[in-house]
């Protein structure tokens, strides 16, 4: 099935005069089904509206809107979309109804075969992540702060401790299999980037060094 993945807004997340300022990484995926993972603030309404725009895409058009995990800076516009189902973390609602899926025990929410949402707990004890099959990159995990930027591979206490993980253990864990599965990844604050042969390298390695 063809699946497209455009990041609408680039993420960031830095210190400045002493103060944190971040936003989240806002990615809308067209297929058949259509969808956006992380709303930015509340402050963003325009932003998210403009990039759906140019993308020919109205916010009636969205099928699911996803919050990674619960954090207010990426949940602040699920409001524009009240024809989706949301999805915040483990939760998944439509108005007043809820629907019980078991994310708790791993089991991943699946849309089609190329569209997926399955746990990846760490950063909160309740995260997810969206993994798409797309017709042009290959598959993309779109991870929240699974991953907070790039950068983190290189130096992991911008996730451990900038960021902050509920449970380091099993964000690391997480963050193994999705670099192992993906060819690209959009993390919570920061630009898509490529998974390159030496993160999938290390990625195997630890994974295996943690089973033995
Ligand atoms: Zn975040």
Redesign the pocket.
């Known amino acids: 099935m063809a699946y497209t993945v455009t990041v609408l807004y680039d ?1 960031y ?1 830095r210190m400045e005069d002493g103060r944190m300022r ?1 936003n ?1 990484t806002c990615t809308l995926v067209k297929g058949p089904i259509t969808a956006i993972v992380d709303t930015m603030t509340a402050w963003d309404r325009d932003k998210i509206l403009s990039g759906l725009e140019k993308n020919n895409i109205s916010c009636d058009d969205i099928q699911y809107a996803v919050g990674t995990h619960g ?1 207010s ?2 949940l602040g516009n699920l409001n524009l979309f009240t024809k989706a189902k949301h999805i915040v973390g483990y939760t998944v609602s439509y108005q007043d109804e809820f629907f019980i899926h078991p994310f708790e025990t791993g089991e991943p929410y699946t849309l089609d075969d190329s569209l997926q949402i399955v746990p990846t707990p760490g950063h909160t004890t309740a995260d997810v992540s969206v993994i798409v099959k797309t017709s042009d990159l290959g598959t993309v995990v779109i991870a ?2 699974l991953f907070e930027h790039e950068n983190d591979i290189e130096d992991p206490s911008l996730w451990k401790f900038v ?1 902050g993980s509920e449970k380091p253990d099993e964000q690391e864990k997480h963050r193994n299999q999705m670099l192992i599965l993906a060819d690209y990844i959009v993390p ?2 920061g630009p898509m980037f490529k998974v390159t042969p030496n993160m999938k390298k290390n990625a195997r390695e630890t994974a295996e060094s943690k089973v033995t």
Do not use: Q, V
């Open positions: 993420g997340s971040a989240c954090h800076d990426h929240g702060d960021a919570g604050h």
